[in-house]
């Protein structure tokens, strides 16, 4: 398996341009994680699915963000309008069913809003 | 609510010298607990994990956890620090009593082995 896949690995855009940030969990895998990592604040989870359901996305920063997951194989997270404050590394992370089995992370995306 | 603490932000081992990194934790049911390493530039990996059983865990590249639950602890060892072990590890918790639990994680240890 070639791992989680997100996509793009680096994004630079202009603020209140929208911004999409891909990934493509492994196989099989049914949680779904987003995380956003930044100096001052760590590693936060904004968003998690369970069987391409969200359970629970208290970590979402505002309303400018916003997830979807369509199919077992993808989902997207969205930020419309992007702002400078918005600049961290998202990262995309699956796993297995159950909270016994560990999570299984992507390269991240690197997102610049200038 | 379920919550983890690293309570340094840094530490320094020479090579060849034992090495801890702390963590303690916080969670409303049983406590499943993992460790990961992150190199610059790159995702998250997974070191190892306790779930039930023997209270001490072995995990990749030599190093181990020792589960305390008095302590509310799950501090990562590794008996002798290479150099090539520099790296930012990160605690985690999934909550046991909720089948499909989020993953939360620590702030973060950064830790530097000078030859």
């Known amino acids: 398996d070639a791992g989680v896949i997100q996509s793009p690995r680096h994004e630079v855009t202009e603020m209140g341009q929208e911004v999409t940030l891909r990934c493509k969990p492994i196989?099989?895998?049914?949680?779904l994680f987003w995380y956003r990592q930044t100096m001052m604040r760590g590693l936060e989870l904004l968003i998690y699915?369970?069987?391409?359901?969200?359970?629970?996305d208290s970590g979402m920063p505002e309303d400018r963000f916003s997830a979807k997951m369509p199919n077992a194989s993808f989902s997207t997270l969205k930020i419309q309008p992007s702002e400078p404050r918005d600049s961290a590394v998202y990262f995309c992370a699956s796993s297995w069913a159950g909270s016994n089995t560990e999570a299984f992370f992507g390269q991240g995306t690197r997102l610049t809003v200038v | 609510a379920q919550s983890v603490a690293q309570p340094e932000d840094q530490v320094n081992v020479a090579e060849g010298n034992p090495l801890t990194v702390k963590c303690t934790y916080s969670?409303?049911?049983?406590?499943?607990l993992f460790w990961y390493v992150q190199y610059p530039n790159r995702g998250l990996q997974f070191l190892l994990k306790y779930i039930t059983g023997d209270n001490l865990v072995k995990g990749s590249y030599g190093f181990e956890a020792e589960f305390n639950k008095s302590q509310t602890s799950f501090h990562l060892k590794k008996p002798s620090a290479l150099v090539s072990d520099s790296a930012l590890y990160f605690c985690a918790v999934r909550d046991g009593g909720n089948s499909a639990s989020k993953i939360i994680f620590g702030s973060g240890t950064r830790l530097s082995i000078r030859p």
């Open positions: 196989s099989g895998h049914n949680s």
């Open positions: 969670v409303s049911g049983n406590p499943y």
């Open positions: 699915f369970n069987n391409n359901v969200p359970i629970d």
